[in-house]
């Protein structure tokens, strides 16, 4: 065996609370040091050493993804004003490119079909104009991410944003269309993309502090310099994230400042280049509302969907003005059994999207003119099937007549429709191809409950190819379990291309919809953060140890994975549970807990606060997160093998963090296997481009099946 690398101990002693404790590695955290870069490279050396037998099984899986994939493909058209836009594909390039072409009968909302046998150097519209090569703009980049790209209101400019390092610090440049030639405007260290404002003149667009908050909007007058941009909006309490869109009426440019529980909304005339922000409600500790533009009821009218009349959220509408809460008129009351999502706005109708029971639907709201009952019809989008995640996908035009709708499951790979609003068809534009003869009739799909400590019962979605289980279907079976457990978000079923090459060799995948996500409501959430923290990993531990109770597997066949938040869960029930499981694979993850959540000069800390709780000022909270943090909690425990995976630029969770907790679970725990991976040139989100992006789940996927002891299983056709 060759021998792990050893990182030197130089012990750091903190006291907080009367509690006092050392840190042997928190020199890794500065990569400028070349001790520190020399030693994650001795890291990588040494994974790629023990994971060398997988070297032939990596390049097999990885050619099992490409072979599924249509390489040159295009999305469904999305009309915008007078163009219909779209993506392109091709095969052998990373990114791609983004095209448009002009829409030649304004009353046909049918999207054109581009010809898919296109060539690259083909167009696959008559008139398509391509906007961005992305291939060329990331050429000579080992990184690149595009942020966002927006077409000015009169069609003839395109703002875009990039980033080739992966701190998520991007540049902004504008392009003439017609000339393709780049303005002078150069605009660095912006959060993602812009907003246009009603005229091609000017843009709004926020900045980060220190801290990597964003904590400010700017106004951009088109021709200036980016020293002379206007700042517009500032939120100075770090609790707030900043951010900033328009409405999809195009008639206000909104701003929000919101935490993690309340929630504040700033409006501005789209149509004013000089508009300053005016407050539509002042924040009220613990009540969240998002605002729209709507005419509802032959008015214009904001809509707000607020929790301040319940915690799942009520839809109501207010005058186009400042209005506090107690003036808001329900739309859609508040339900305890009714999480409401999300509300877009059209020309007569609203598209809600909400979950009930575990599920999402899409709502349709049809609007009238009575300003006492402004809702005529109520009607959901239907599609079959328990495990069937459903939303509302990209829908710019407020005069539209028919809404892009996606439908996904664990065996059913993306597809996209299209609902008239007007007479309820719903027609399918596009099914995601998946080449090689792919049946979503090969496989079952299963809504499994477990029980939790405390007897809530915790939902699992669960995929495996027929037959696998033998005849009786009784059989056990090696299961990748999946799972988050974080800031509300949902771990929904969706289809994976790389999936298949586990289940097609015997394994099942799952996922565990523990607390702390929001798969069963605003209340799922609560129960699973600050002091409720507990029951995430209590839910994901009940979750394996069920899927053994009703014969699906047994421990040491089940090999848990999570990323950022969902590595925090990884490494809490690794400490935990160890005995539960057959390994764990750690992504990007939030493991070195308290001594982030202690430092509010990192990224993300202030903010999280009402997340994980504050340990610099309470002492109930340090104790808290002391007792579950993964990093604090190593010991000589019997634990699986472990993987951890991270990424040198990443601005959310620090590399730093995976590389102590390797450290430390050497250093306590000798028996232990365990690994450490991390990109060089990436962020958050891991390695760009689609080919380095196959390989690098490639590479996770081998090690997985080497632990789910399928290396050796041949796929099933």
């Known amino acids: 065996m060759p021998v792990p690398p050893s990182a030197p101990r130089h012990p750091v002693t903190t006291t907080n609370h009367g509690h006092t404790r050392t840190d042997e590695y928190e020199w890794l955290r500065d990569k400028e040091d070349p001790a520190v870069i020399a030693h994650l490279e001795a890291e990588n050396a040494y994974t790629q050493e023990r994971t060398a037998h997988l070297a032939d099984l990596r390049g097999r899986i990885f050619e099992e993804i490409k072979a599924r994939t249509l390489e040159t493909d295009l999305s469904v058209p999305t009309r915008v004003r007078g163009f219909w836009y779209y993506g392109r594909s091709f095969e052998g390039r990373q990114y791609g ?46 990184f690149f991410s595009l942020g966002g790209s927006s077409v000015s209101p009169d069609d003839q400019l395109l703002a875009y944003a990039v980033d080739v390092v992966g701190d998520e610090r991007y540049t902004v440049r504008v392009l003439d269309l017609a000339t393709r030639a780049l303005h002078d405007d150069v605009l660095t260290d912006v959060l993602g993309g812009v907003t246009w404002g009603g005229s091609p003149d000017h843009f709004y667009y926020t900045t980060v502090d220190e801290a990597w908050r964003p904590d400010k909007v700017w106004r951009h007058r088109l021709g200036t310099a980016q020293a002379d941009d206007e700042l517009v909006f500032h939120e100075p309490d770090g609790r707030y994230f900043v951010g900033v ?122 609007l009238g003119d009575d300003p006492q009952s402004p809702v005529t019809g109520d009607r959901f989008v239907e599609f079959p099937g328990e495990l069937a995640t459903v939303g509302a996908g990209s829908n710019p035009a407020f005069e539209q007549p028919t809404i892009r709708v996606g439908m996904t499951s664990l065996a059913r ?54 037959g696998v289980r033998g005849p009786d279907g009784t059989d056990r079976v090696p299961v990748h379990l999946y799972g988050y457990g974080a800031y509300e978000a949902s771990i929904d079923p969706y289809f994976a ?13 799952a996922i565990a919809h523990v607390r702390g996500g929001g798969e069963m409501g605003r209340h799922w959430y609560d129960d699973g953060k600050l002091e409720h923290k507990q029951h995430t990993f209590d839910d994901f531990i009940a979750a394996a140890r069920h899927l053994v109770e009703a014969g699906w597997t047994t421990p040491d066949r089940i090999v848990a994975e999570g990323a950022s ?127 380095r992006a196959w390989e690098d789940r490639a590479f996770s996927l081998a090690w997985i099946l080497d632990r789910l002891g399928l290396a050796d299983a041949e796929p099933r056709s």
Not at 118 to 124: K, S, Y
Not at 579 to 608: I, K, N, Q, S
Not at 640 to 651: H, K, W
């Open 245 to 366: 869109g328009r409405t999809r009426s195009r008639r206000y440019v909104m701003i929000a400042a919101s935490s993690k529980t309340t929630s504040e909304f700033h409006v501005l005339d789209a149509a004013d280049p000089q508009a300053q922000p005016v407050c539509f409600a002042e924040r009220t500790d613990g009540v969240e509302y998002s605002l729209e533009h709507a005419v509802v009821g032959g008015q214009d009218r904001f809509l707000v969907l607020h929790n301040a009349t319940g915690p799942e959220f009520e839809l109501g509408h207010a005058p186009a003005v400042p209005t506090p809460p107690e003036e808001w008129q329900p739309l859609l009351p508040h339900d305890l059994a009714v999480r409401l999502e999300d509300v877009d706005a059209f020309e007569g109708h609203l598209v809600v999207q909400q979950r009930s029971g575990g599920s999402s639907q899409v709502r349709v709201l049809d």
């Open 97 to 142: 490119a983004s095209c448009r072409v002009p829409v030649s009968d304004p009353d046909d909302w049918t999207p054109p079909q581009p010809a898919a046998d296109a060539r690259p150097d083909e167009p696959a519209l008559p008139g398509e104009e391509v906007l961005l090569d992305l291939d060329a703009l990331a050429e000579g980049h080992d």
């Open 565 to 691: 938040a969902g590595g925090l869960l990884i490494g809490a029930v690794a400490n935990q549970a160890p005995e539960a499981f057959g390994g764990f694979v750690a992504g990007v993850p939030f493991v070195d807990t308290l001594t982030t959540m202690l430092d509010a000069t990192l990224p993300l800390t202030v903010p999280e606060y009402d997340e994980w709780g504050n340990p610099s000022d309470d002492p109930v909270a340090y104790e808290r997160i002391a007792g579950y943090a993964p990093y604090e909690n190593v010991a000589d425990l019997p634990y699986p093998p472990i993987l951890a995976e991270t990424s040198l630029n990443d601005t959310r969770v620090l590399y730093v963090e995976p590389a102590k907790w390797v450290a430390r679970l050497r250093e306590r725990a000798p028996q232990a296997d365990v690994l450490l991976r991390t990109e060089m040139a990436a962020g958050h989100g891991g390695v760009s481009g689609r080919y």
């Open 413 to 466: 790979p993306s597809a996209v429709y299209d609902h008239d609003l007007r007479t309820g068809e719903l027609v399918l534009r596009k099914q995601a191809p998946v080449l090689g003869g792919y049946d979503a009739d090969d496989y079952e799909e299963h809504r499994l409950w477990a029980t939790s400590v405390d007897g809530v019962q915790v939902p699992i979605s669960l995929v495996v190819r027929k």
């Open 497 to 509: 291309v790389a999936r298949l090459s586990l289940l097609d060799r015997g394994a099942a995948f």
